[in-house]
């Protein structure tokens, strides 16, 4: 009997490490199709200004690594992440790009409203989203010093993910 309930047990063990190797690979596989898109490798230069007027320039060298953190005024998925990229931007290069979000005084509108202070560029056609290959938000890259996409990021990112992608890419 012992050894009926012992094989009993060892069954459910490899069916459990089947289930979960199944829902790895689907994770896996949903994460690629997700991302076919995304642009890799250098990351496309571009010279914006932001809603305060302050002029960013991808192309200038950098000493440490850049967040460009696409999202939308209509995105609820955006919205649970405005924290966290509040957060990292008192402590990291942040450039948010608003995209398809409306002209520069909805967007002030709205970020004054959500009391947000982070650097936004405003993106009304999606043009900087086409570059990257962004088609959905929220969209989160990861530039190195060198201008190297060194982490792409298509959905929700707890901050401590994105903090942990800024400094493995150091």
Known sequence: MLTRLHRLLKHRRVLLLIEILFFVLLYLGVRAYMQRDLVEGPAPLFTASTLTGEVID?????????LIHFWATWCGICRLE?????SIAREHDVI?????????????????EAGLTFPVVNDPAGELALRYGVRGVPTSFVVNNSGKISTVERGYTTEW??????????
């Open 161 to 170: 993910g994105l903090r942990l992608r800024l400094w493995w890419s150091r």
């Open 82 to 86: 405005q924290g966290s990229i509040e």
């Open 58 to 66: 991808l192309a200038q060298p950098r000493t440490r690594p850049v």
């Open 96 to 112: 948010s790009i608003a995209m398809n979000s409306g002209d520069d005084m909805e967007v002030a509108q709205f970020m004054q």
